[in-house]
């Protein structure tokens, strides 16, 4: 691990002025992810800002019934907390199913949200290629293993994927991220957050390098309430998705759809907000043939590789399988 | 080197709105001070100033190369350790490298086998992947401080009675795993165990056994 300066700020204004025009300073928060990629030597900042110390942890109700969620408080805390379980169940089971009780301990949402990919030919410098680490050198996973790869809106720079589960639950539940930055306080819509590879897949978000992320609200959605997470993975448990879906159905009378949420994880160099999907399913009445369009509609312009194409039949199976848990919620 | 120890600590709020830097690349002179300048009138972290006080200063150890070591004072199992460490170290090498507690032990040292699991403020983390200068002021619970004197935990006595091991590496992280998952209460089925366990790995496949374990030490508790 590179040498680096330590220091703790009090409050986020601090925090901010101390990153401003120091692009090789980070904020530390959980540190899950910063430290593991520094011990790899993939990131190498030389000025760690400890912002753990911030009151930036509350998960409260907004007085539109929506629910603002600190961007230090814990993925556990945040799963087990009574209004996620209640209103947002989708949220919480998504957490859930992500690392570890260990890591969640310690991960922030803040954190979250600014996971980096797991990518091998990103994770470890012994790779030369890889143009999300080291712009204009190749990407790796091209030719290479590219069995956790990306199927949508992957470019020939780079074929990653976002690896957060709870992302794809804020994806779907229509959130936005609020951010500090040296001008005050902006607002982010949760699916302009991340970005796609495009020709800058050294950028995974739209955050800028001083900036810090203060909040993430979820406006209030009742439908949510009926909302699930299906997570498929190699192991049972602790692994990363192969494929994953969040999903809400707002149901009226004849089991007809109102409105509907649908995002996918594992699949894309961002949460995926399956907005082709989701147009499929309105005004439907929700069963395996409507559920199946939806599923077909989204993934049509998916594209595999050597080890991954399993990953678009994987995923639309999976679109129909959250769907009909959803719908047969009570 | 001991002698730097007994820089005076006099605090100039002129910078008190400035970050309290306590580890950077510059000489420790510079750092003491900068320490002592900025943690007066700090609104958290009131530890903090406890321990830049002289007369917990510990005589420094050769610093590594160019950089500085900085202060934390870590709470492990009941007692207070005042230590300088590289900013880069992680809990689990203070621990162990430091403290000499070793029954923490280190597998991949990337967050991905629990091994190195210990209560933090009495919530398990894997304390390979945190830096020992962020626990300034926590209560750090180890393997080494779950007896009570002669007396092993329920859960200790349970591995035992249960063959929860084979080559024992994992054991330390499993029990402090486990004694948060009984704390949390998410042992009510095996399933939830075996998921609530999942992030610790035992590569010897000891894992019926370590169930069987932690199902009797729900049953039994602590007297």
């Not at chain 1, 639950?169 to 949760?190: C, S």
């Not at chain 2, 600590?9 to 510059?26: C, K, Q, T």
């Not at chain 2, 009984?182 to 496949?205: F, K, P, V």
Request: net charge neutral.
């Amino acid at each position: 691990m590179n040498p680096f300066t330590y220091s703790r700020a009090a409050d986020a204004d601090q925090a901010v002025t101390a990153v401003s025009g120091k692009p090789e300073s980070k904020f530390l928060g959980g540190g899950t992810n910063l430290i593991d990629l520094m011990k790899m030597g993939v990131e190498r900042p030389n000025e760690l800002i400890d912002i753990n110390r911030l009151p930036l942890g509350q998960i409260e109700e907004l007085p539109d019934k929506g629910v603002r969620i600190g961007a230090l408080a814990r993925n556990s805390d945040l799963a087990e907390h009574e209004l996620i379980k209640t209103r947002y169940p989708v949220l919480s089971q998504a957490l859930l199913s992500g690392a570890s009780p260990q890591l969640r301990n310690m991960a922030t949402v803040g954190g979250n949200l600014m996971q980096r990919t797991r990518c091998y030919y990103f994770y470890d410098p012994g790779f030369p290629a890889c143009n999300k680490r080291k712009p204009g050198s190749g990407c790796g996973a091209l030719d290479g293993y590219n069995r956790i790869h990306a199927v949508l809106g992957q470019s020939e720079q780079c074929i990653a994927t976002n690896p957060s589960d709870m992302c794809v639950a804020l994806a779907a539940l229509d959130a936005v991220v609020r951010v500090r930055g040296p001008d005050g306080e902006r607002q982010i819509a949760f699916v302009d957050f991340h970005r796609l590879p495009g020709d800058t897949p050294e950028r995974d978000t739209n955050l800028r390098p001083d900036e810090l992320i203060t909040a993430v609200d979820l406006p209030a959605m009742p439908f949510a309430a009926r909302s699930h997470y299906l997570k498929l993975r190699d192991r049972a448990s602790y692994a990363f998705a192969l494929v994953s879906v969040a999903a809400a159905l707002d149901l009226g009378s004849n089991h007809k759809i109102n409105a509907a949420r649908v995002a996918l994880g594992g699949i894309a160099h961002k949460p995926w907000r399956a907005n082709a999907a989701e147009k499929e399913l309105v005004g439907q009445e929700a069963n395996e043939n409507t559920f199946r369009a939806a599923a077909e509609a989204e993934l049509a312009p998916a594209k595999g590789y050597k080890y991954n194409s399993f990953k678009i039949e994987l995923a639309k199976r999976a679109i129909v399988h959250a769907l009909s848990n959803v719908a047969a919620m009570g | 080197m001991a002698t730097e120890s007994e820089e005076p600590v006099g605090f100039d709020a002129s910078e008190s709105n400035e970050l309290e830097i306590v580890g950077h690349l510059e000489t420790r002179r510079k750092f003491i001070k900068q320490v002592a300048g900025t943690s007066a009138a700090l609104a958290i972290g009131p530890r903090l100033v406890g321990s830049a006080s002289p007369d917990q200063v510990t005589p420094m150890t050769t610093p590594a190369g160019p950089r500085d070591s900085v202060k934390v004072n870590l709470r492990v199992n009941g007692k207070s350790h005042a230590l300088d460490v590289d900013p880069r170290m992680t809990l689990l090498d203070a621990l162990r490298e430091r403290l000499q507690l070793t029954g923490s032990k280190k597998g991949c040292d990337h967050g991905q086998c629990g091994a190195c699991t210990v209560l933090v403020n009495g919530r398990r983390i894997n304390s390979c992947l945190t830096l020992a200068v962020m626990h300034e002021g926590d209560e750090i619970t180890t393997i080494e401080g779950l007896a009570r004197g002669d007396e092993l935990h329920p859960l200790q006595t349970a591995f035992i009675e249960h063959d929860g091991f084979q080559c024992g590496y994992c054991t330390p992280g499993q029990i402090c795993s486990a004694v948060a998952l009984l704390q949390e209460g998410h042992a009510n089925s095996d399933d939830e165990i075996r998921e609530w366990m999942s992030g610790n790995i035992c590569r010897c496949g000891a894992y019926p056994n370590i169930l069987a374990a932690i199902k009797e030490a729900k049953t039994k508790g602590r007297a």
